[in-house]
């Protein structure tokens, strides 16, 4: 079983090896849309008040109760501290009635392990490309258990939040991504020229795997502004292409480029934004070329939810690695790394 409340989703999952018996999910998205953005005493509260349904709504749909699981996992980092509080109170509760052996798991590393649920289990070093409102970071997995390197991430926003920035420029709804890419499809990614951060001259030297979208953000604000003096308005879909372009180029150009560097044959993309069609695009096509496969988790398992904690879960247990102890903290900060927590 794996309980997951790192953000505003509260997600249960039972797996069993990489069958799925149960996914369930209920999201405080809605509370959040008119703070424009994620309120974490409003998303700890929401997890409260979700949890027992929804460990009720696993167990309606697989057929399998508590007792009946071998582990349960549980994400303790990285998150909000209140909202990761509340999974990791409730899933020691669980294992300690009914002494089932408990393991903290990070939520990063759970975004990759969620893949072999679709496309079954990858028992070789595979590439990720982790994209969502709170991280961006390629890494390197030798071993989704026991061995994760991080080549690259973000030093400034992630690219969900830069997403989320640039829709309240443009006047679209929160959360921003669905909302950019929908308006996108209407646009030209030409129109606008905006900056590749991060991708040329020392910058590559220095961050050749990492990723800034601030500058890219502020960008986006002076084009607006400036059209806007100059009394001539902008074309929202416009500007939405080609930020969203400028996003997902850099993304995928860096994550093949650190595949075809450590001899990968496999990029896995996860997170949020991986819902994204242009994203998706530009990997496919330069995967193709380069000869690496892509593999992305349908959109369900893509977002935040319990499935992804079970699938790791799943595998630490296959490994016979030992559980974490009782007294296992939240750790907000909780580094992409450290997979299980002693």
Do not use: W
């Amino acid at each position: 079983m794996g309980i997951e409340s790192s953000c505003d989703e509260t997600g249960v999952g039972i797996v069993r090896g990489t069958e799925l018996l149960a996914h369930a999910l209920s999201s405080s998205m809605e509370q959040h849309v008119r703070f424009g953005g994620v309120v974490p005493e409003v998303a700890s509260r929401a997890h409260l008040e979700a949890m027992v349904p929804t460990l009720e709504e696993a167990y309606r749909e697989s057929g399998i109760r508590v007792q009946d699981v071998d582990a349960i996992a549980v994400t303790c980092g990285p998150g909000l501290t209140g909202a990761l509080l509340v999974g990791v109170a409730a899933a020691k509760a669980l294992a300690l009635a009914h002494d089932k052996p408990l393991y903290g798991v990070n939520h990063l590393a759970a975004h990759v392990a969620v893949d072999q649920l679709e496309h079954g289990r990858f028992d070789r070093r595979v590439g990720a490309l982790l994209v969502s409102g709170g991280h961006t970071e390629i890494l390197l997995v030798d071993d989704i258990a026991t061995d994760i390197t991080l080549l690259g991430q973000s030093i400034d926003d992630a690219a969900g939040e830069a997403f989320d920035k640039v829709a309240r420029l443009l006047g679209l709804p929160y959360p921003g991504g669905p909302h950019v890419d929908r308006v996108a499809r209407g646009g030209d990614p030409t129109a606008v020229r905006f900056p590749r951060g991060l991708t040329g001259g020392r910058d590559l030297d220095k961050h050749r795997y990492d990723f800034s979208f601030s500058g890219l953000k502020s960008a986006v604000a002076r084009h607006v502004q400036h059209e806007q003096r100059m009394g001539r308005g902008f074309v929202v879909a416009d500007v939405a292409a080609s930020f969203q372009d400028a996003v997902c180029d850099v993304l995928t150009r860096k994550a093949i480029a650190a595949c075809l560097a450590h001899d990968v044959d496999t990029l896995i993309i996860g997170g949020g934004v991986a819902a994204n069609a242009r994203l998706r695009h530009f990997a496919e096509e330069r995967a193709a070329k380069a000869g690496i496969e892509i593999r992305v988790p349908r959109m369900g398992l893509c977002t935040d939810n319990g499935a992804m904690v079970a699938a790791l879960g799943a595998e630490v247990v296959r490994r016979g690695l030992p559980p974490s102890s009782l007294d296992l903290p939240a750790d907000s900060s909780l580094p992409v790394t450290q997979i299980v927590a002693a």
